[in-house]
């Protein structure tokens, strides 16, 4: 008689089990953590890539402009760099170049014109350097109903107060050569400006074009503005360090235009740092962003010309 023999299979006891599952997750978790550090690394790349293309953007547009500063109008009329100090951004003023008829330049009719009244917040002109602007009717500038509609223009005086040396217009009046300003103004001569400052982290460019609504760029969250005198002083280059005064453009021999861009989206959760300092600017409160510096070092050919 032939024994049967009879196998019995027994399933995965439960610490089997419990091992196998371990072992899963901990494979599971590490695979895991490779792809999230793989994107992170992939967000953080294509944030600073795109910061990079649109630091060189905007340092050619700001430096195109200011090689231009002074073009067509007297030296004091050419810039204004308002200092933000230790906490906040610089704003810049440069005559508006475009408004320069060529022509008439060469015919000895330059940019700016000359102050008849001054009332303060309202100056009556020689003349309006205004013309083929798009946003002029044919009596007044703009809609005073509407307050963006003014944002787009700015005039920059000679005088050597910074308190009263540019303001925004409110209105223009055509008829009578008439400007309404929303700041006061002093000195003899004005001529029209462009605008740069940053506003809500965006930095935003004001000319008779843009209508002051839409921003240069995004992200922007510093601009800084340092320059030397022909005597090699330099002014608002480090901390603790304060604007030329009086203010005069003409002795303006170098510039150093610096920007700060900060990526869309937060890339570094272990950052103990916030925005860079920069000249005399300090830095920022810790957050998770990354930041980027471009910075462009030029001289001003308007304002060096002729006078070594």
């Known amino acids: 008689m032939k024994n049967k023999i009879t196998t ?21 978790s590490a695979i895991y953590s490779i792809v999230l550090s793989q994107r992170k690394a992939y967000i953080k790349q294509e944030s600073i890539t795109e910061t990079q293309e649109i630091g060189k953007i905007i340092l050619t547009i700001i430096k195109r ?26 704003e810049l003023y440069i005559n508006d170049w475009s408004f320069i008829d060529e022509n ?4 000895g009719v330059y940019g700016e014109t000359k102050i008849i009244h001054n009332s303060g917040k ?21 809609d005073s109903n509407d307050p963006n509609e003014f944002e787009s223009q700015y005039v920059i005086s000679d005088t050597d107060d910074p308190e009263k040396k540019v303001a925004k217009i409110k209105n223009v009046n055509r008829d009578t050569n008439t400007l309404t300003l929303q700041e006061e103004i002093s000195g003899s001569y004005v001529a029209p400006a462009i605008y740069y400052g940053i506003v809500e982290e965006n930095l935003k460019k004001s000319t008779r074009n843009t209508g002051g609504r839409q921003p240069l760029a995004q992200n922007v969250v510093d601009l800084q503005i340092a320059y030397q005198d022909k005597e090699g002083n330099w002014y608002c280059h480090e901390r603790g360090s304060s604007p ?31 925005r860079p300092a920069l000249e005399n600017r300090e830095e920022g409160e810790p957050d998770n962003y990354s930041y980027r510096i471009y910075t462009t070092t030029f001289v001003p050919r308007n304002l060096f010309y002729g006078d070594i």
Request: hydrophobic content about 40%.
């Open 8 to 28: 019995q299979k027994k399933g995965m006891t439960i610490v089997e089990l419990m091992v196998a599952l371990t072992i899963m997750m901990i494979v599971t």
């Open 65 to 90: 402009d200011l090689m231009m500063a002074g073009y067509g109008v007297d030296k004091k009329l050419a810039l204004y760099i308002k200092d933000g100090g230790d906490n906040g951004p610089d």
């Open 104 to 107: 008439e330049l060469l015919a």
């Open 122 to 142: 309202s100056i009556l002109v020689e003349k309006l350097n205004l013309d083929d602007c798009a946003q002029c009717s044919d009596n007044t500038y703009g």
């Open 244 to 274: 030329m005064t009086p203010f005069d453009p003409s002795k303006i021999r170098l510039i150093r235009v610096s920007i700060v861009i900060r990526t869309k989206a937060k890339t570094d959760f272990n950052k103990t740092t916030g």
